[in-house]
């Protein structure tokens, strides 16, 4: 078996991480658009849920090849503890707090229906810090970080995410106005009642 396998493992399962987390959050912000009063397919919203837990999987893989490769010495304690590792704690300290963002977020996703609706929505916004740190993790701590493919994905993604939230935020504030129309009292305007005159022609003697 090559010496380097794990570190192969490691290194693809990352990329693939960071691949899957970007096209969730990309899904999920696209079913958060209302740019239009139709509702979303629902292969959607299956497809974001299904795309999460493969992250979370892939995210699995990519701590077990750290273990099992004899190149940087990952223990449980580098793994999970931010700053504990000698190698670049900075950049590893950034996927562990992604990881256990990510946790976060779809262990609620999974529990959302006994959840408040408003602490699912505050866990759910951790996504895009799931999304900017492991960004920052695999720019900074990762071996392919200098792939000139990996950097124009990593600027077009970091490009599409900001412009859908934008456009969710458009959106949002569009919703809110056409709301508060709505919610004004209308006034009905009434034909005014005619003035009766007495004249030549009154049958008033």
Same mark, same amino acid.
């Given at each position: 078996?090559?010496?380097?396998?794990?570190?192969?493992?490691?290194?693809?399962?990352?990329?693939?991480?960071?691949?899957?987390?970007?096209?969730?959050?990309?899904?999920?912000?696209?079913?958060?658009?209302?740019?239009?009063?139709?509702?979303?397919?629902?292969?959607?919203?299956?497809?974001?849920?299904?795309?999460?837990?493969?992250?979370?999987?892939?995210?699995?893989?990519?701590?077990?090849?750290?273990?099992?490769?004899?190149?940087?010495?990952?223990?449980?304690?580098?793994?999970?503890?931010?700053?504990?590792?000698?190698? !670049?704690? *900075?950049?590893?300290?950034?996927? =562990?707090? #992604?990881?256990?963002?990510?946790? @976060?977020?779809?262990? /609620?996703? &999974?529990?959302?229906?006994?959840?408040?609706?408003?602490?699912?929505?505050?866990?759910?916004?951790?996504?895009?810090?799931?999304?900017?740190?492991?960004?920052?993790?695999?720019?900074?701590?990762?071996?392919?970080?200098?792939?000139?493919?990996?950097?124009?994905?990593?600027?077009?993604?970091?490009?599409?995410?900001?412009?859908?939230?934008?456009?969710?935020?458009?959106?949002? !504030?569009? *919703?809110?106005?056409?709301?508060? =129309?709505? #919610?004004?009292?209308?006034?009905? @305007?009434?034909?005014? /009642?005619? &003035?009766?005159?007495?004249?030549?022609?009154?049958?008033?003697?």
């Amino acid at each position: 078996m090559n010496q380097h396998l794990w570190w192969y493992v490691a290194r693809a399962s990352g990329v693939v991480s960071w691949v899957l987390v970007s096209a969730s959050v990309v899904f999920g912000l696209s079913l958060s658009l209302r740019l239009t009063r139709k509702p979303k397919p629902a292969w959607v919203l299956d497809l974001h849920r299904f795309l999460g837990g493969l992250s979370v999987l892939f995210v699995g893989v990519h701590l077990v090849g750290l273990v099992l490769d004899s190149y940087a010495k990952f223990g449980l304690s580098e793994l999970f503890v931010p700053l504990a590792s000698a190698w !670049k704690p *900075v950049p590893v300290a950034w996927g =562990v707090v #992604a990881l256990y963002l990510l946790l @976060a977020v779809e262990a /609620t996703s &999974l529990g959302m229906k006994h959840l408040p609706r408003k602490f699912w929505r505050v866990v759910h916004f951790t996504s895009y810090g799931v999304f900017a740190l492991s960004t920052l993790h695999m720019f900074t701590a990762g071996t392919d970080a200098s792939n000139p493919l990996l950097q124009w994905a990593g600027l077009g993604v970091t490009a599409v995410v900001v412009f859908l939230t934008i456009a969710r935020m458009l959106g949002a !504030k569009r *919703v809110r106005s056409e709301r508060v =129309v709505a #919610a004004r009292p209308r006034v009905v @305007a009434t034909a005014p /009642t005619p &003035l009766v005159s007495v004249g030549a022609d009154s049958d008033v003697a």
